[in-house]
């Protein structure tokens, strides 16, 4: 038995359009981001225009067209940056060193997995998403000052 060809669609990928058509009141067009999520389309349909070749997925474009969460783009360093800053952020809100340490974005040397670790806090905490943007932003543009380590919270306080 052969596997159909859109297991090949990763869902939560960006997609673009490969084949222009008309879908959702809209002509797409070759190259465009096919933000089916954010219209709320039936997967299932989605998944039939991806096995048929109207629909593909495209790392240069995604980068080009600055789509999804972008953190592929960062280097370990960066990354690390941008820990420390959304850690930053997550200091004021704590106020024990316990507290802290549970609430805070945990950080890691491996690369991907450092990935994996921010996206699970994005997911705990979508309070924090707009900072999320504007810190990896001033990274990817190289206009964020390094930030060390958000200092401790003593228990005591």
Same mark, same amino acid.
């Given at each position: 038995?052969?596997?159909?060809? %859109? ?5 939560? /990928? ?23 999520? =954010? ?10 225009? %991806?096995?048929?070749?109207?629909? %593909?997925?495209?790392?240069?474009? +995604?980068? +080009? ?10 280097? +370990? ?21 316990? =507290? %802290? ?25 979508? /309070?924090?998403? =707009? ?17 060390? =380590? ?6 005591? +306080?």
């Amino acid at each position: 038995m052969t596997h159909p060809s %859109y297991l090949g669609w990763q869902v939560d /990928w960006p997609i673009f359009v490969k084949t222009p058509f008309t879908a959702d009141g809209k002509n797409w067009k070759r190259q465009e981001h096919f933000n089916w999520l =954010e219209r709320n389309l039936n997967e299932d349909k989605v998944a039939t225009l %991806y096995s048929i070749g109207y629909l %593909y997925h495209n790392p240069d474009l +995604q980068a +080009q067209n600055k789509v999804g969460d972008r953190l592929a783009e960062l280097d +370990q360093k960066q990354l690390t940056a941008l820990v420390n800053l959304l850690n930053s952020k997550v200091k004021p809100k704590t106020s024990t060193k316990n =507290e %802290y340490d549970n609430k805070k974005c945990k950080q890691s040397s491996i690369s991907d997995k450092q990935r994996g670790l921010i996206r699970r806090f994005l997911m705990s905490n979508p /309070w924090i998403a =707009e900072d999320f943007v504007a810190f990896r932003d001033s990274i990817l543009k190289g206009t964020s000052a390094p930030i060390s =380590e958000p200092e401790t919270i003593s228990d005591t +306080q």
